[in-house]
C-alpha cells in the first residue's frame, strides 16, 4: 500500500463551485468541461471534472468560476493558470495560479 503523501505548501479551505474550462487551440480537449472546484489555497485550486478530460503538466487554462448568486450583467470569474498535476482515477487535477 502507498502511503499519501501531500506535497502542497499552503494552507487550504475546502469550497464547492461550478467552474467551466476549454483547452487551449490545438490540445487534445477543445469542448468545454464542467468541474467543481473542491479546494483552494494561495497558490493553487483542486478541481474535480464531471467526465474524463486529459490534461498536461505545464498546460496553460482559464477557468470560468460561476457567481454563488446570478445577478443581472455579473460576468464569471477568470482564473488564470496552468496545471500542475492531474489524476485520471479521481478525475481530478491541480491549476497553479498564473
Avoid at 492531474?86 to 478525475?91: E, G, S
Wanted: neutral net charge.
Amino acid at each position: 500500500m502507498q502511503e499519501y503523501s501531500d506535497r502542497r505548501q499552503c494552507k487550504r479551505r475546502q469550497i464547492n463551485r461550478v467552474v467551466s474550462f476549454q483547452c487551449p487551440d490545438g490540445s487534445a480537449c477543445v469542448d468545454w468541461h464542467i468541474g467543481r472546484i473542491e479546494d483552494v489555497g494561495s497558490g493553487g485550486l483542486r478541481i474535480k471534472v464531471q467526465r474524463s478530460v486529459i490534461l498536461n503538466p505545464g498546460q496553460p487554462l482559464t477557468i470560468l468560476c460561476l457567481q454563488e448568486v446570478e445577478s443581472a450583467g455579473q460576468e464569471p470569474v477568470r482564473i488564470l493558470g496552468r496545471v500542475a498535476w492531474q489524476d485520471a482515477d479521481t478525475q481530478c487535477f491541480g491549476l497553479e495560479y498564473l
